[in-house]
């Protein structure tokens, strides 16, 4: 089982540029798959971008696909969400967990505000 604390969350204009990061703590990191999550009021968890152990894959939900770019130091174990071209619609608390989340796992959260 891993623990993380998430940072970098903030408020920005629109179209602007954000990068969260992840740090983890755990033996098992660099063996999980990692993922960035987010979850706007009233709405539910949602996973919107996945990395593999090795990097070699990644997963980004078609919202983000394009704007959202996620990567991974296993050595460090971090990992990080480079935001770009952001948008109100991306407004909200964003965790970092394994994918799929460990339930013991979820870190306090970072809240990205995006004004119009």
């Known amino acids: 089982q891993i623990q993380v604390v998430e940072s970098g969350g903030g408020l920005v204009q629109a179209g602007g540029s954000l990068t969260l990061s992840c740090a983890a703590s755990?033996?098992?990191?660099?063996?999980?798959?990692m993922g960035w999550f987010r979850q706007a009021p009233g709405t539910g968890r949602d996973l919107v971008a996945g990395?593999?152990?090795?990097?070699?894959?990644?997963y980004y939900a078609d919202y983000v696909k394009g704007r959202f770019t996620i990567s991974r130091d296993n050595a460090k174990k971090a990992v990080t969400l480079r935001m770009d071209d952001l948008s109100p619609e991306d407004t909200a608390v964003y965790y970092c967990?394994?994918?799929?989340?460990?339930?013991?796992?979820w870190g306090p959260g970072t809240q990205v505000t995006v004004s119009s």
């Open positions: 755990g033996p098992t990191f660099s063996t999980e798959f």
């Open positions: 967990n394994t994918n799929p989340p460990q339930s013991d796992s």
């Open positions: 990395i593999t152990w090795t990097s070699r894959g990644t």
